[in-house]
């Protein structure tokens, strides 16, 4: 199959299914985006992507040196492409993906690899703009894979699986997943972008964490020394934290009509993290117990992404269905008092999701059909 992939992010994605994908025997071509092209100078150099660590935890199976075909331009890329992967984080849709509608064709399924954030119904309104309503946007939690790279060498970190994948709109799911399990077979059909949006796997997992830690975070600050996030800062309260947090998505979800499956079965299908409580899953969490230290302040970063791109929406979103959600509601209050944000006006409001004065009703049409 052709495919296309454009960027190559902090997390990775890019060069990681580019490579996965190439080993896997699909015709892969290659492009950064715009003003980031220094970003292939490292795999021109190797003769390609080099793709080491565990084959289990890939599509293909196989390690070894992929050639993924390098373009000049996303234009290039994505010419004749049947899939499209794009990496850029959630800050950088309403930038980026502007720079490359215009070179998208009828047929064509794209699909954002990173943590949710709801990407179809951010970008549909750019499709429409550019007369491309042909080409089918995809949704799900999580990236598909996790990496590291440096030098042109992929390391494999963790291929998710049972991953849930929906469309925008919902009507074009089942064909536009058959392109998608062509390449990445072990992903599930979600009813639409809500179940997707509702399940972001971040908003989910770094909020207690993050605020649970403060304290800590800030005296590591002054000690100058990095943190083991998913070690050190996972504690009996975080994870008590995230599971009531966790269980407010279940009446919003029922409210929309879609499924509400706990956080800790999502670490159970993603992770084959077992245990008796989220603590103790991710305690067990292999993944997440062999990631290397982060700065200190990573948790602001990612507080700033999760709550403007997930909290925000979702509380939103609870809000037309007439159901509180408080601790979702007090984490964008208390994250934007700790980082001076106002995230209800600057985040992911209902105007970018297309979703502004739709009632229940309307918005559940708008996710399956892509009309209001």
Same mark, same amino acid.
């Given at each position: 199959? %052709?495919?296309?992939?454009?960027?190559?992010?902090?997390?990775?994605?890019? #060069?990681?299914?580019?490579?996965?994908?190439?080993?896997?025997?699909?015709?892969?071509?290659?492009?950064?985006?715009?003003?980031?092209?220094?970003?292939?100078?490292?795999? *021109?150099?190797?003769?390609?992507?080099?793709?080491?660590?565990?084959?289990?935890?890939? =599509?293909?199976? +196989?390690?070894?040196?992929?050639?993924?075909?390098?373009? %000049?331009?996303?234009?290039? !890329?994505?010419?004749?492409?049947?899939?499209? #992967?794009?990496?850029?984080?959630?800050?950088?849709?309403?930038?980026? #993906?502007?720079?490359?509608?215009?070179?998208?064709?009828?047929?064509?399924?794209?699909?954002? $690899?990173?943590?949710?954030?709801?990407?179809?119904?951010?970008?549909?309104?750019?499709?429409?703009?550019?007369?491309?309503?042909?080409?089918?946007?995809? $949704?799900?939690?999580?990236?598909?894979?996790?990496?590291?790279?440096?030098d042109g060498v992929v390391k494999l970190q963790w291929l998710r699986r049972k991953l849930p994948v929906t469309t925008?709109?919902? $009507?074009?799911?089942?064909?536009?997943?058959?392109?998608?399990?062509?390449?990445?077979?072990?992903?599930?059909?979600?009813?639409?972008?809500?179940?997707?949006?509702?399940?972001?796997?971040?908003?989910?997992?770094?909020?207690?964490?993050?605020?649970? $830690?403060?304290?800590?975070?800030?005296? !590591?600050?002054?000690?100058?020394?990095?943190?083991?996030?998913?070690?050190?800062? =996972?504690?009996?309260?975080?994870?008590?934290?995230?599971?009531?947090?966790?269980? %407010?998505?279940?009446?919003?979800?029922?409210?929309?009509?879609?499924?509400?499956?706990?956080?800790?079965?999502?670490?159970?299908?993603?992770?084959? !993290?077992?245990?008796?409580?989220?603590?103790?899953? &991710?305690?067990?969490?292999?993944?997440?117990?062999?990631?290397?230290?982060?700065?200190?302040?990573?948790?602001? *970063?990612?507080?700033?992404?999760?709550?403007?791109?997930?909290?925000?929406?979702?509380?939103?979103?609870?809000? &037309?269905?007439?159901?509180?959600?408080?601790?979702?509601?007090?984490?964008?209050?208390?994250?934007?008092?700790?980082?001076?944000?106002?995230? *209800?006006?600057?985040?992911?409001?209902?105007? *970018?999701?297309?979703?502004?004065?739709?009632?229940?009703?309307?918005?559940?049409?708008?996710?399956?059909?892509? +009309?209001?």
């Amino acid at each position: 199959m %052709e495919i296309a992939v454009i960027g190559n992010s902090a997390v990775n994605t890019g #060069f990681a299914v580019a490579a996965d994908f190439a080993m896997a025997g699909h015709s892969v071509r290659l492009a950064a985006w715009p003003g980031s092209e220094a970003s292939l100078d490292p795999v *021109r150099k190797k003769g390609g992507l080099e793709l080491s660590g565990d084959p289990r935890q890939s =599509n293909s199976g +196989k390690l070894g040196l992929a050639k993924p075909a390098l373009k %000049e331009s996303p234009k290039a !890329a994505l010419a004749g492409a049947r899939l499209v #992967f794009l990496d850029m984080l959630a800050p950088e849709f309403e930038e980026r #993906f502007p720079k490359i509608v215009e070179h998208l064709e009828p047929g064509q399924v794209v699909h954002v $690899n990173i943590h949710g954030y709801w990407p179809a119904l951010r970008l549909a309104p750019y499709l429409r703009a550019a007369g491309k309503e042909g080409v089918t946007l995809t $949704n799900c939690p999580a990236p598909t894979i996790a990496a590291h790279h440096a030098d042109g060498v992929v390391k494999l970190q963790w291929l998710r699986r049972k991953l849930p994948v929906t469309t925008f709109p919902a $009507n074009r799911r089942d064909e536009a997943l058959k392109v998608f399990v062509a390449a990445h077979p072990s992903i599930v059909p979600a009813k639409n972008a809500l179940e997707t949006g509702f399940a972001g796997l971040n908003m989910m997992i770094h909020p207690a964490m993050s605020l649970l $830690n403060v304290g800590w975070f800030d005296r !590591a600050v002054e000690a100058k020394e990095t943190v083991y996030f998913y070690r050190a800062g =996972n504690t009996a309260h975080t994870g008590k934290m995230a599971e009531v947090q966790d269980a %407010e998505r279940r009446p919003v979800c029922g409210a929309f009509g879609v499924k509400y499956q706990p956080l800790s079965q999502y670490l159970r299908d993603y992770y084959d !993290a077992d245990g008796a409580s989220i603590h103790e899953q &991710v305690r067990n969490c292999a993944y997440y117990q062999a990631l290397d230290p982060y700065p200190t302040e990573v948790w602001k *970063r990612w507080m700033m992404i999760d709550v403007s791109c997930a909290h925000v929406p979702f509380a939103a979103l609870a809000k &037309v269905a007439g159901l509180e959600v408080p601790l979702h509601e007090g984490i964008i209050s208390i994250v934007g008092a700790l980082l001076g944000r106002d995230f *209800r006006k600057e985040g992911v409001t209902l105007e *970018r999701l297309g979703l502004a004065g739709l009632d229940m009703a309307a918005i559940r049409r708008y996710v399956e059909t892509g +009309k209001a």
